[in-house]
Protein backbone atom coordinates (compact mmCIF):
# COMPACT_ATOMS: atom_id res chain seq x y z
CA UNK A 1 0.00 0.00 0.00
CA UNK A 2 2.04 2.95 -0.93
CA UNK A 3 0.80 6.52 -0.25
CA UNK A 4 0.29 9.77 -2.67
CA UNK A 5 3.24 10.74 -4.71
CA UNK A 6 6.02 12.87 -2.04
CA UNK A 7 8.88 13.35 -5.11
CA UNK A 8 10.87 11.94 -8.52
CA UNK A 9 13.72 10.57 -7.28
CA UNK A 10 15.99 10.65 -10.33
CA UNK A 11 19.56 8.87 -10.95
CA UNK A 12 20.37 10.50 -13.97
CA UNK A 13 24.39 9.07 -15.26
CA UNK A 14 26.66 9.30 -18.48
CA UNK A 15 24.49 6.80 -20.23
CA UNK A 16 21.40 6.02 -18.15
CA UNK A 17 18.45 7.60 -16.74
CA UNK A 18 16.24 6.00 -13.69
CA UNK A 19 13.15 7.80 -12.02
CA UNK A 20 10.84 6.23 -8.95
CA UNK A 21 7.86 8.20 -7.91
CA UNK A 22 7.72 7.97 -4.36
CA UNK A 23 5.39 8.29 -1.40
CA UNK A 24 7.10 10.08 1.83
CA UNK A 25 7.94 6.72 3.06
CA UNK A 26 10.28 6.30 -0.20
CA UNK A 27 7.60 3.52 -0.97
CA UNK A 28 7.97 3.09 -5.11
CA UNK A 29 4.88 3.87 -6.70
CA UNK A 30 6.11 4.38 -10.57
CA UNK A 31 9.50 3.52 -11.74
CA UNK A 32 11.28 4.34 -15.09
CA UNK A 33 14.62 3.60 -16.58
CA UNK A 34 15.97 4.66 -20.32
CA UNK A 35 19.29 5.05 -21.78
CA UNK A 36 19.12 9.07 -21.98
CA UNK A 37 21.81 9.52 -20.08
CA UNK A 38 24.26 12.89 -20.19
CA UNK A 39 26.49 11.24 -22.99
CA UNK A 40 23.28 11.02 -25.70
CA UNK A 41 21.88 14.75 -24.74
CA UNK A 42 22.29 18.02 -25.43
CA UNK A 43 21.86 20.86 -22.38
CA UNK A 44 18.71 21.96 -23.53
CA UNK A 45 17.45 18.26 -24.34
CA UNK A 46 16.73 17.62 -20.31
CA UNK A 47 13.46 19.37 -18.73
CA UNK A 48 11.27 18.00 -22.19
CA UNK A 49 13.17 14.21 -21.66
CA UNK A 50 12.25 14.37 -17.78
CA UNK A 51 8.91 15.96 -18.32
CA UNK A 52 8.06 13.19 -20.94
CA UNK A 53 9.09 10.48 -18.04
CA UNK A 54 7.25 12.31 -15.47
CA UNK A 55 4.38 12.48 -17.66
CA UNK A 56 4.40 8.66 -18.42
CA UNK A 57 4.64 8.24 -14.96
CA UNK A 58 1.45 10.62 -13.81
CA UNK A 59 3.05 12.39 -11.63
CA UNK A 60 1.30 15.56 -10.99
CA UNK A 61 2.39 18.98 -12.29
CA UNK A 62 3.83 20.17 -9.38
CA UNK A 63 5.82 17.24 -8.13
CA UNK A 64 9.26 18.24 -7.18
CA UNK A 65 12.40 16.41 -8.01
CA UNK A 66 15.54 15.42 -6.80
CA UNK A 67 18.56 14.09 -9.29
CA UNK A 68 22.04 12.67 -8.61
CA UNK A 69 24.47 12.02 -11.25
CA UNK A 70 25.94 13.34 -14.15
CA UNK A 71 23.10 15.94 -15.04
CA UNK A 72 25.42 17.94 -12.28
CA UNK A 73 28.10 18.15 -14.44
CA UNK A 74 29.38 20.81 -15.85
CA UNK A 75 28.91 19.72 -19.29
CA UNK A 76 25.75 18.35 -17.82
CA UNK A 77 22.21 19.87 -17.84
CA UNK A 78 23.16 22.53 -14.89
CA UNK A 79 26.23 22.53 -13.03
CA UNK A 80 26.38 21.46 -8.90
CA UNK A 81 29.74 22.39 -7.87
CA UNK A 82 31.99 19.35 -5.63
CA UNK A 83 31.50 19.31 -2.45
CA UNK A 84 35.04 19.05 -1.04
CA UNK A 85 36.37 16.00 0.98
CA UNK A 86 35.90 15.41 3.99
CA UNK A 87 32.15 15.81 3.11
CA UNK A 88 29.38 14.99 4.83
CA UNK A 89 27.11 12.53 3.67
CA UNK A 90 24.32 13.93 5.87
CA UNK A 91 23.21 17.44 4.13
CA UNK A 92 24.16 16.97 0.60
CA UNK A 93 21.08 18.69 -0.32
CA UNK A 94 22.03 22.13 1.03
CA UNK A 95 24.08 21.71 -1.85
CA UNK A 96 22.00 21.36 -4.73
CA UNK A 97 21.16 23.73 -7.88
CA UNK A 98 18.09 24.43 -9.24
CA UNK A 99 17.84 24.45 -13.23
CA UNK A 100 15.86 28.25 -14.37
CA UNK A 101 12.53 28.03 -16.58
CA UNK A 102 10.77 25.12 -14.87
CA UNK A 103 7.17 24.65 -13.52
CA UNK A 104 8.11 22.90 -10.69
CA UNK A 105 10.44 22.60 -7.99
CA UNK A 106 14.01 20.18 -9.21
CA UNK A 107 17.04 19.92 -7.47
CA UNK A 108 20.12 18.75 -8.26
CA UNK A 109 22.57 17.08 -6.13
CA UNK A 110 26.38 18.26 -6.18
CA UNK A 111 28.95 15.48 -6.49
CA UNK A 112 32.30 15.36 -4.14
CA UNK A 113 35.66 15.91 -5.55
CA UNK A 114 39.33 15.73 -3.51
CA UNK A 115 42.08 17.56 -3.99
CA UNK A 116 44.34 16.79 -1.41
CA UNK A 117 47.69 15.62 -1.00
CA UNK A 118 47.83 15.50 -4.88
CA UNK A 119 45.07 12.76 -5.30
CA UNK A 120 43.09 14.52 -7.14
CA UNK A 121 39.61 12.76 -7.92
CA UNK A 122 35.38 13.52 -8.84
CA UNK A 123 32.63 11.09 -7.95
CA UNK A 124 29.11 12.20 -9.17
CA UNK A 125 26.04 9.99 -8.30
CA UNK A 126 28.33 7.41 -6.20
CA UNK A 127 27.90 9.74 -3.24
CA UNK A 128 24.14 9.73 -3.05
CA UNK A 129 24.94 5.81 -2.81
CA UNK A 130 26.92 6.27 -0.16
CA UNK A 131 24.45 8.49 1.39
CA UNK A 132 21.74 5.59 0.81
CA UNK A 133 24.12 3.54 2.64
CA UNK A 134 24.35 6.04 5.69
CA UNK A 135 20.57 5.61 5.91
CA UNK A 136 21.13 2.12 7.10
CA UNK A 137 23.75 2.82 9.41
CA UNK A 138 27.25 2.30 7.18
CA UNK A 139 28.63 5.61 8.40
CA UNK A 140 32.10 3.74 9.10
CA UNK A 141 33.04 1.64 5.96
CA UNK A 142 35.21 0.76 2.88
CA UNK A 143 32.92 0.69 -0.14
CA UNK A 144 33.84 -0.59 -3.32
CA UNK A 145 32.06 0.56 -6.57
CA UNK A 146 33.24 -1.87 -9.56
CA UNK A 147 32.84 -0.56 -12.94
CA UNK A 148 34.44 0.91 -15.78
CA UNK A 149 36.04 3.34 -13.44
CA UNK A 150 36.15 1.64 -10.51
CA UNK A 151 35.30 3.93 -7.47
CA UNK A 152 36.74 3.08 -3.79
CA UNK A 153 35.38 5.28 -0.54
CA UNK A 154 36.34 5.49 2.61
CA UNK A 155 33.90 6.75 4.52
CA UNK A 156 34.34 7.60 8.34
CA UNK A 157 31.90 9.45 10.59
CA UNK A 158 29.29 9.94 8.20
CA UNK A 159 31.63 11.77 5.71
CA UNK A 160 33.73 10.76 2.46
CA UNK A 161 37.15 10.85 3.98
CA UNK A 162 39.09 9.71 0.89
CA UNK A 163 38.09 8.10 -1.96
CA UNK A 164 39.93 6.67 -5.71
CA UNK A 165 38.47 6.34 -9.21
CA UNK A 166 40.96 3.45 -10.59
CA UNK A 167 40.64 2.72 -14.35
CA UNK A 168 40.52 -1.27 -13.88
CA UNK A 169 37.88 -1.77 -16.64
CA UNK A 170 38.88 0.43 -19.18
CA UNK A 171 42.07 -0.40 -19.24
CA UNK A 172 40.76 -4.20 -19.34
CA UNK A 173 39.29 -2.97 -22.53
CA UNK A 174 41.77 -0.79 -23.95
CA UNK A 175 44.79 -3.47 -23.11
CA UNK A 176 42.31 -6.72 -24.18
CA UNK A 177 40.98 -5.56 -27.58
CA UNK A 178 43.93 -2.96 -28.68
CA UNK A 179 47.20 -3.70 -27.44
CA UNK A 180 49.28 -6.69 -28.39
CA UNK A 181 47.52 -8.43 -25.69
CA UNK A 182 44.60 -8.57 -27.89
CA UNK A 183 46.76 -11.49 -30.32
CA UNK A 184 46.52 -13.64 -26.93
CA UNK A 185 43.50 -12.69 -25.26
CA UNK A 186 40.37 -13.98 -27.18
CA UNK A 187 37.17 -11.04 -27.57
CA UNK A 188 34.86 -13.66 -25.71
CA UNK A 189 37.29 -14.46 -22.97
CA UNK A 190 35.41 -15.11 -20.14
CA UNK A 191 37.63 -14.33 -16.75
CA UNK A 192 35.12 -16.23 -14.37
CA UNK A 193 35.73 -19.70 -16.57
CA UNK A 194 39.23 -20.09 -14.74
CA UNK A 195 39.13 -18.81 -11.19
CA UNK A 196 42.70 -20.39 -10.28
CA UNK A 197 44.35 -18.32 -12.81
CA UNK A 198 42.25 -15.31 -11.47
CA UNK A 199 43.22 -16.25 -7.78
CA UNK A 200 46.96 -16.81 -9.10
CA UNK A 201 47.22 -13.63 -11.36
CA UNK A 202 45.42 -12.12 -7.80
CA UNK A 203 48.14 -13.06 -5.70
CA UNK A 204 50.47 -12.38 -7.88
CA UNK A 205 49.64 -8.61 -7.42
CA UNK A 206 49.33 -8.51 -3.70
CA UNK A 207 52.59 -9.76 -3.82
CA UNK A 208 55.88 -7.55 -2.52
CA UNK A 209 57.14 -5.75 -5.26
CA UNK A 210 54.42 -6.35 -7.88
CA UNK A 211 55.07 -4.08 -11.12
CA UNK A 212 51.58 -4.50 -13.23
CA UNK A 213 53.40 -2.72 -16.63
CA UNK A 214 56.64 -5.18 -16.12
CA UNK A 215 53.79 -8.14 -15.91
CA UNK A 216 51.60 -8.00 -18.49
CA UNK A 217 54.03 -9.01 -21.74
CA UNK A 218 54.25 -12.18 -20.15
CA UNK A 219 50.83 -12.97 -20.94
CA UNK A 220 51.38 -12.41 -24.63
CA UNK A 221 54.87 -14.22 -24.45
CA UNK A 222 53.76 -17.03 -22.66
CA UNK A 223 50.92 -17.54 -25.66
CA UNK A 224 53.61 -17.44 -27.87
CA UNK A 225 55.88 -20.07 -25.94
CA UNK A 226 53.31 -22.32 -25.22
CA UNK A 227 52.67 -22.78 -29.10
CA UNK A 228 49.18 -23.37 -30.28
CA UNK A 229 48.17 -26.58 -28.24
CA UNK A 230 48.20 -24.77 -24.79
CA UNK A 231 45.33 -22.88 -23.72
CA UNK A 232 46.02 -20.23 -21.94
CA UNK A 233 43.24 -17.86 -20.04
CA UNK A 234 44.83 -14.84 -20.78
CA UNK A 235 41.27 -12.97 -19.85
CA UNK A 236 41.31 -14.23 -16.27
CA UNK A 237 45.00 -13.83 -15.83
CA UNK A 238 44.75 -9.77 -17.00
CA UNK A 239 41.63 -9.31 -15.32
CA UNK A 240 43.05 -11.02 -11.87
CA UNK A 241 46.00 -8.86 -12.41
CA UNK A 242 44.29 -5.65 -12.84
CA UNK A 243 41.99 -6.34 -10.01
CA UNK A 244 44.84 -7.45 -8.05
CA UNK A 245 46.70 -3.93 -8.71
CA UNK A 246 44.07 -2.68 -7.70
CA UNK A 247 43.10 -3.54 -4.32
CA UNK A 248 46.79 -3.09 -3.52
CA UNK A 249 46.53 0.42 -3.15
CA UNK A 250 43.62 -0.01 -0.74
CA UNK A 251 45.03 -2.90 0.93
CA UNK A 252 45.59 -1.26 4.39
CA UNK A 253 42.23 0.55 4.77
CA UNK A 254 40.75 -3.09 3.62
CA UNK A 255 42.33 -4.83 6.36
CA UNK A 256 42.03 -2.46 9.02
CA UNK A 257 37.47 -2.57 8.31
CA UNK A 258 37.79 -6.31 7.23
CA UNK A 259 34.74 -5.67 5.24
CA UNK A 260 34.95 -4.20 2.42
CA UNK A 261 30.86 -2.99 0.79
CA UNK A 262 30.44 -4.18 -2.69
CA UNK A 263 27.86 -2.13 -4.74
CA UNK A 264 27.15 -3.64 -7.84
CA UNK A 265 25.88 -6.97 -9.61
CA UNK A 266 26.72 -9.02 -12.33
CA UNK A 267 30.21 -10.82 -13.23
CA UNK A 268 32.47 -8.06 -12.58
CA UNK A 269 30.74 -7.13 -9.09
CA UNK A 270 31.76 -11.12 -8.37
CA UNK A 271 35.17 -10.87 -9.30
CA UNK A 272 35.84 -8.14 -6.63
CA UNK A 273 34.07 -10.09 -4.53
CA UNK A 274 36.61 -13.32 -5.15
CA UNK A 275 39.56 -10.76 -5.12
CA UNK A 276 38.82 -9.05 -2.27
CA UNK A 277 38.27 -12.37 -0.31
CA UNK A 278 41.57 -13.38 -1.52
CA UNK A 279 43.27 -10.00 0.05
CA UNK A 280 41.70 -11.25 3.17
CA UNK A 281 38.31 -8.98 3.14
CA UNK A 282 35.05 -9.74 3.40
CA UNK A 283 33.06 -8.65 0.60
CA UNK A 284 29.15 -7.68 1.22
CA UNK A 285 26.98 -7.04 -1.59
CA UNK A 286 24.72 -4.48 -1.69
CA UNK A 287 22.34 -2.98 -4.19
CA UNK A 288 22.97 0.19 -5.72
CA UNK A 289 19.61 0.89 -7.24
CA UNK A 290 18.06 0.47 -3.80
CA UNK A 291 21.26 2.93 -2.37
CA UNK A 292 20.58 5.48 -4.67
CA UNK A 293 16.71 5.81 -4.20
CA UNK A 294 17.73 6.10 -0.40
CA UNK A 295 20.33 8.52 -0.32
CA UNK A 296 17.60 10.51 -2.99
CA UNK A 297 15.13 10.07 -0.29
CA UNK A 298 16.80 11.38 1.86
CA UNK A 299 17.55 14.66 0.17
CA UNK A 300 13.95 15.01 -0.71
CA UNK A 301 12.80 14.53 2.40
CA UNK A 302 15.12 17.61 3.59
CA UNK A 303 14.21 19.80 1.39
CA UNK A 304 10.28 19.35 0.62
CA UNK A 305 8.88 18.05 4.37
CA UNK A 306 8.29 21.45 4.83
CA UNK A 307 4.68 20.74 4.15
CA UNK A 308 4.56 18.11 7.14
CA UNK A 309 6.11 20.18 9.38
CA UNK A 310 3.86 23.55 8.59
CA UNK B 1 89.76 2.47 -46.80
CA UNK B 2 87.33 -0.11 -46.95
CA UNK B 3 88.30 -3.78 -48.29
CA UNK B 4 86.19 -6.29 -50.54
CA UNK B 5 82.71 -7.39 -49.35
CA UNK B 6 82.55 -9.77 -46.68
CA UNK B 7 79.05 -10.48 -45.60
CA UNK B 8 75.99 -8.72 -45.60
CA UNK B 9 74.35 -7.82 -42.10
CA UNK B 10 70.90 -7.52 -41.95
CA UNK B 11 68.37 -6.22 -39.32
CA UNK B 12 64.88 -7.02 -40.08
CA UNK B 13 62.16 -5.81 -37.33
CA UNK B 14 58.25 -5.68 -37.48
CA UNK B 15 58.64 -2.32 -39.60
CA UNK B 16 62.14 -1.56 -40.54
CA UNK B 17 64.91 -3.49 -42.92
CA UNK B 18 68.36 -2.32 -42.51
CA UNK B 19 71.38 -3.61 -44.59
CA UNK B 20 75.16 -3.02 -44.22
CA UNK B 21 77.81 -4.55 -46.61
CA UNK B 22 80.63 -4.71 -44.60
CA UNK B 23 84.50 -6.04 -44.68
CA UNK B 24 85.98 -8.28 -42.89
CA UNK B 25 86.98 -5.51 -39.97
CA UNK B 26 83.55 -4.68 -40.39
CA UNK B 27 83.90 -1.18 -42.24
CA UNK B 28 80.90 -0.41 -44.24
CA UNK B 29 80.77 -0.79 -47.70
CA UNK B 30 77.57 0.80 -48.43
CA UNK B 31 74.07 0.66 -46.74
CA UNK B 32 70.12 0.87 -47.20
CA UNK B 33 67.29 1.22 -44.84
CA UNK B 34 63.67 0.41 -46.01
CA UNK B 35 60.41 0.07 -44.16
CA UNK B 36 59.77 -3.05 -45.46
CA UNK B 37 59.85 -4.94 -42.36
CA UNK B 38 58.13 -7.84 -41.07
CA UNK B 39 54.68 -6.28 -40.30
CA UNK B 40 54.01 -5.65 -44.19
CA UNK B 41 55.70 -8.78 -45.93
CA UNK B 42 54.10 -11.82 -47.06
CA UNK B 43 56.92 -14.91 -46.61
CA UNK B 44 57.59 -14.99 -49.80
CA UNK B 45 58.69 -11.69 -50.56
CA UNK B 46 61.53 -11.65 -48.55
CA UNK B 47 64.16 -13.54 -50.86
CA UNK B 48 62.94 -11.00 -53.59
CA UNK B 49 62.95 -7.75 -51.43
CA UNK B 50 66.61 -8.80 -49.97
CA UNK B 51 68.27 -9.37 -53.85
CA UNK B 52 66.92 -6.52 -54.52
CA UNK B 53 68.63 -4.29 -51.81
CA UNK B 54 71.59 -6.39 -52.31
CA UNK B 55 71.90 -5.56 -56.05
CA UNK B 56 70.78 -2.46 -55.20
CA UNK B 57 74.39 -2.37 -53.02
CA UNK B 58 76.56 -3.83 -55.87
CA UNK B 59 77.06 -7.22 -53.66
CA UNK B 60 78.30 -10.25 -54.98
CA UNK B 61 76.06 -12.91 -56.09
CA UNK B 62 77.71 -15.50 -53.48
CA UNK B 63 78.17 -12.97 -50.86
CA UNK B 64 77.01 -14.36 -47.31
CA UNK B 65 74.04 -12.58 -45.21
CA UNK B 66 72.95 -12.74 -41.57
CA UNK B 67 70.18 -11.54 -40.66
CA UNK B 68 68.61 -10.68 -36.85
CA UNK B 69 65.20 -9.70 -35.56
CA UNK B 70 61.47 -10.21 -36.25
CA UNK B 71 62.54 -12.35 -40.03
CA UNK B 72 63.14 -15.19 -37.41
CA UNK B 73 59.82 -15.39 -35.78
CA UNK B 74 57.32 -17.66 -36.37
CA UNK B 75 55.17 -15.78 -38.39
CA UNK B 76 58.34 -14.30 -40.31
CA UNK B 77 60.32 -15.64 -43.24
CA UNK B 78 61.63 -18.77 -41.36
CA UNK B 79 61.54 -19.42 -37.78
CA UNK B 80 64.68 -19.79 -35.59
CA UNK B 81 63.36 -21.26 -32.20
CA UNK B 82 64.13 -19.24 -29.19
CA UNK B 83 67.60 -20.01 -27.15
CA UNK B 84 66.58 -19.73 -23.46
CA UNK B 85 67.83 -17.80 -20.17
CA UNK B 86 70.37 -17.97 -19.42
CA UNK B 87 71.28 -17.19 -23.06
CA UNK B 88 75.28 -17.05 -23.86
CA UNK B 89 75.65 -13.69 -26.02
CA UNK B 90 78.85 -15.67 -27.89
CA UNK B 91 77.99 -18.37 -30.42
CA UNK B 92 74.36 -17.18 -31.44
CA UNK B 93 75.48 -18.11 -34.56
CA UNK B 94 74.83 -21.92 -33.70
CA UNK B 95 71.08 -21.88 -33.63
CA UNK B 96 70.98 -19.83 -36.81
CA UNK B 97 68.72 -21.09 -39.40
CA UNK B 98 68.73 -21.23 -43.28
CA UNK B 99 65.92 -20.39 -45.60
CA UNK B 100 66.11 -22.85 -48.15
CA UNK B 101 66.12 -22.78 -51.95
CA UNK B 102 68.37 -19.43 -51.87
CA UNK B 103 71.28 -19.15 -54.52
CA UNK B 104 73.47 -17.73 -51.58
CA UNK B 105 74.35 -18.64 -47.79
CA UNK B 106 71.27 -16.66 -45.74
CA UNK B 107 71.39 -16.63 -41.94
CA UNK B 108 68.77 -15.86 -39.57
CA UNK B 109 69.99 -15.71 -35.85
CA UNK B 110 67.82 -16.88 -32.77
CA UNK B 111 65.92 -14.72 -30.44
CA UNK B 112 66.29 -15.12 -26.67
CA UNK B 113 63.26 -16.67 -24.50
CA UNK B 114 62.65 -16.61 -20.62
CA UNK B 115 60.44 -19.18 -19.01
CA UNK B 116 61.30 -19.12 -15.49
CA UNK B 117 59.42 -18.22 -12.80
CA UNK B 118 56.15 -17.38 -14.80
CA UNK B 119 57.76 -14.22 -16.27
CA UNK B 120 57.83 -15.53 -19.37
CA UNK B 121 59.11 -13.44 -22.13
CA UNK B 122 60.57 -13.41 -25.58
CA UNK B 123 63.23 -10.81 -27.61
CA UNK B 124 64.21 -10.42 -31.09
CA UNK B 125 66.67 -8.61 -32.81
CA UNK B 126 67.65 -7.15 -28.98
CA UNK B 127 70.00 -10.04 -28.49
CA UNK B 128 71.89 -9.23 -30.89
CA UNK B 129 72.42 -5.80 -29.99
CA UNK B 130 73.70 -6.98 -26.91
CA UNK B 131 76.24 -8.99 -28.57
CA UNK B 132 77.39 -6.37 -30.00
CA UNK B 133 77.81 -4.78 -26.66
CA UNK B 134 79.67 -7.87 -25.40
CA UNK B 135 82.14 -7.03 -28.27
CA UNK B 136 83.01 -3.47 -26.63
CA UNK B 137 83.43 -5.39 -23.13
CA UNK B 138 79.87 -4.95 -21.74
CA UNK B 139 79.68 -8.63 -20.30
CA UNK B 140 78.05 -7.71 -16.89
CA UNK B 141 75.61 -4.80 -17.08
CA UNK B 142 72.09 -3.77 -17.23
CA UNK B 143 70.38 -2.44 -20.09
CA UNK B 144 67.69 -0.50 -21.49
CA UNK B 145 66.05 -0.32 -24.75
CA UNK B 146 63.57 2.30 -25.34
CA UNK B 147 60.40 1.96 -27.90
CA UNK B 148 57.08 1.10 -28.20
CA UNK B 149 57.91 -2.18 -25.96
CA UNK B 150 60.98 -1.34 -23.83
CA UNK B 151 62.94 -4.00 -22.78
CA UNK B 152 64.92 -4.12 -19.71
CA UNK B 153 67.99 -7.05 -20.07
CA UNK B 154 70.60 -7.94 -17.45
CA UNK B 155 73.90 -9.45 -18.94
CA UNK B 156 76.05 -11.43 -16.45
CA UNK B 157 79.06 -13.37 -17.40
CA UNK B 158 78.07 -12.75 -21.39
CA UNK B 159 74.92 -14.41 -21.04
CA UNK B 160 71.45 -13.09 -20.74
CA UNK B 161 70.36 -13.66 -17.26
CA UNK B 162 67.04 -11.72 -16.77
CA UNK B 163 64.99 -9.51 -18.98
CA UNK B 164 61.37 -7.78 -19.02
CA UNK B 165 59.17 -6.44 -21.68
CA UNK B 166 57.49 -3.27 -20.73
CA UNK B 167 54.56 -2.04 -23.00
CA UNK B 168 55.14 1.41 -21.52
CA UNK B 169 55.26 3.43 -25.04
CA UNK B 170 51.66 1.28 -26.15
CA UNK B 171 50.15 2.14 -22.85
CA UNK B 172 51.07 5.62 -23.35
CA UNK B 173 49.52 6.01 -26.76
CA UNK B 174 46.40 3.40 -25.77
CA UNK B 175 45.81 5.82 -22.58
CA UNK B 176 46.41 9.24 -23.82
CA UNK B 177 44.50 8.88 -26.94
CA UNK B 178 41.50 6.37 -26.37
CA UNK B 179 40.78 6.50 -22.91
CA UNK B 180 38.90 9.09 -20.94
CA UNK B 181 42.67 10.94 -20.08
CA UNK B 182 41.88 11.61 -23.66
CA UNK B 183 40.33 14.41 -22.73
CA UNK B 184 43.43 15.98 -20.54
CA UNK B 185 46.13 14.94 -22.59
CA UNK B 186 46.64 17.07 -25.82
CA UNK B 187 47.51 14.80 -28.66
CA UNK B 188 50.92 17.80 -29.23
CA UNK B 189 51.43 17.14 -25.55
CA UNK B 190 55.11 17.45 -25.09
CA UNK B 191 56.52 14.90 -21.80
CA UNK B 192 59.94 17.14 -22.32
CA UNK B 193 58.41 20.43 -22.30
CA UNK B 194 57.84 20.25 -18.65
CA UNK B 195 60.78 18.49 -16.98
CA UNK B 196 59.64 19.22 -13.39
CA UNK B 197 56.12 17.51 -13.91
CA UNK B 198 57.70 14.29 -15.15
CA UNK B 199 60.65 14.48 -12.33
CA UNK B 200 57.75 14.23 -9.90
CA UNK B 201 55.59 12.06 -11.60
CA UNK B 202 58.47 9.48 -11.37
CA UNK B 203 59.19 10.11 -7.81
CA UNK B 204 55.82 9.44 -7.44
CA UNK B 205 55.85 6.58 -9.04
CA UNK B 206 59.22 5.37 -7.22
CA UNK B 207 57.79 6.00 -3.87
CA UNK B 208 56.53 3.34 -1.47
CA UNK B 209 53.57 2.11 -2.09
CA UNK B 210 52.66 3.52 -5.73
CA UNK B 211 49.82 1.70 -7.57
CA UNK B 212 49.84 3.06 -11.22
CA UNK B 213 46.15 2.49 -11.78
CA UNK B 214 45.20 3.89 -8.70
CA UNK B 215 46.83 7.21 -9.57
CA UNK B 216 46.14 7.43 -13.35
CA UNK B 217 42.31 8.92 -12.96
CA UNK B 218 44.14 12.15 -10.97
CA UNK B 219 45.65 13.40 -14.39
CA UNK B 220 41.85 13.74 -15.61
CA UNK B 221 40.52 14.67 -12.23
CA UNK B 222 42.95 17.33 -11.82
CA UNK B 223 41.91 19.14 -15.15
CA UNK B 224 38.80 18.86 -14.39
CA UNK B 225 39.23 20.83 -11.22
CA UNK B 226 41.78 23.45 -12.11
CA UNK B 227 38.99 24.69 -14.90
CA UNK B 228 40.00 26.01 -18.19
CA UNK B 229 42.75 28.43 -16.78
CA UNK B 230 45.24 25.96 -15.34
CA UNK B 231 47.77 24.66 -17.73
CA UNK B 232 48.52 21.10 -16.59
CA UNK B 233 50.95 19.54 -18.77
CA UNK B 234 49.46 16.05 -18.90
CA UNK B 235 51.55 14.45 -20.97
CA UNK B 236 54.54 15.14 -19.03
CA UNK B 237 52.81 13.68 -15.73
CA UNK B 238 51.19 10.38 -17.33
CA UNK B 239 54.52 9.86 -19.27
CA UNK B 240 56.50 10.35 -15.66
CA UNK B 241 54.27 7.88 -14.33
CA UNK B 242 54.63 5.04 -16.78
CA UNK B 243 58.61 5.34 -16.99
CA UNK B 244 58.54 5.72 -13.14
CA UNK B 245 56.22 2.57 -12.71
CA UNK B 246 58.56 1.01 -15.44
CA UNK B 247 61.85 1.23 -13.59
CA UNK B 248 60.53 0.40 -10.15
CA UNK B 249 60.73 -3.50 -11.17
CA UNK B 250 64.08 -3.06 -11.90
CA UNK B 251 65.27 -0.50 -9.33
CA UNK B 252 67.14 -3.21 -7.34
CA UNK B 253 69.50 -4.25 -10.43
CA UNK B 254 69.67 -0.58 -11.30
CA UNK B 255 71.28 0.40 -7.48
CA UNK B 256 73.51 -2.46 -7.60
CA UNK B 257 74.65 -1.95 -11.14
CA UNK B 258 74.98 1.60 -10.45
CA UNK B 259 75.03 2.48 -14.41
CA UNK B 260 72.42 1.73 -17.33
CA UNK B 261 73.33 1.49 -20.81
CA UNK B 262 70.63 2.95 -22.73
CA UNK B 263 70.43 1.83 -26.20
CA UNK B 264 68.29 4.41 -28.11
CA UNK B 265 68.43 7.49 -29.12
CA UNK B 266 65.49 10.85 -29.40
CA UNK B 267 62.81 11.97 -27.21
CA UNK B 268 61.75 8.88 -25.96
CA UNK B 269 65.64 7.89 -24.75
CA UNK B 270 66.24 11.58 -23.32
CA UNK B 271 63.42 10.98 -20.89
CA UNK B 272 64.45 7.40 -20.11
CA UNK B 273 67.64 9.09 -19.54
CA UNK B 274 66.12 11.46 -16.72
CA UNK B 275 63.46 8.73 -15.12
CA UNK B 276 67.04 6.39 -14.56
CA UNK B 277 69.10 8.96 -13.09
CA UNK B 278 66.21 9.78 -10.43
CA UNK B 279 65.95 6.40 -9.66
CA UNK B 280 70.12 7.15 -8.66
CA UNK B 281 71.32 5.01 -11.80
CA UNK B 282 73.82 7.03 -14.55
CA UNK B 283 72.77 6.04 -17.68
CA UNK B 284 74.93 5.83 -20.71
CA UNK B 285 74.28 5.99 -23.92
CA UNK B 286 74.86 3.55 -26.32
CA UNK B 287 74.15 3.59 -30.46
CA UNK B 288 71.57 0.69 -31.26
CA UNK B 289 72.57 0.79 -35.31
CA UNK B 290 76.31 0.36 -34.31
CA UNK B 291 75.74 -2.58 -31.37
CA UNK B 292 73.42 -4.39 -33.98
CA UNK B 293 76.24 -4.58 -36.68
CA UNK B 294 79.13 -5.03 -34.21
CA UNK B 295 76.61 -8.21 -33.03
CA UNK B 296 76.03 -9.21 -36.96
CA UNK B 297 79.64 -9.34 -37.54
CA UNK B 298 80.76 -11.00 -34.90
CA UNK B 299 78.10 -13.76 -35.78
CA UNK B 300 79.26 -13.47 -39.77
CA UNK B 301 83.13 -13.70 -38.74
CA UNK B 302 82.06 -17.41 -36.58
CA UNK B 303 79.73 -18.74 -39.45
CA UNK B 304 82.34 -17.42 -42.51
CA UNK B 305 85.76 -16.73 -40.89
CA UNK B 306 87.01 -20.47 -42.77
CA UNK B 307 88.44 -19.15 -45.81
CA UNK B 308 90.69 -17.01 -44.12
CA UNK B 309 91.24 -20.16 -41.80
CA UNK B 310 91.74 -22.50 -44.96
Known sequence: MTGSPFAALVDWG????????????????????????????????????????????????????????????????????????????????????????????????????????????????????????????????????????????????????????????????????QSILRLSVPEDGDAEADPDIFDAAVAQALAPGFALTSVLFSIRAESLLAGQGAKVNAAARLSGLLIGAEIVAIRDDLLRHGKAYLIGTGKLTRLYARAITKAGGEPILLDGGLLVRRGLLASALSLFDHEFKD
Chains 1, 2 share one sequence.
Not at 92 to 112: D, K, N, T, W
Open 14 to 177: TSNLRIWLVDSQGAVIGERQSPEGMGSLEKAAYPAVLEAHLSALGAPADLPVVIAGMAGARTGWREAPYVETPAPLVGLFQHAVQPEGLSRPVYILPGVCQRGGGAFDVMRGEETQLAGALEQGLDDALFCLPGTHSKWALVEGGQVRRFSTVMTGELFNLISR
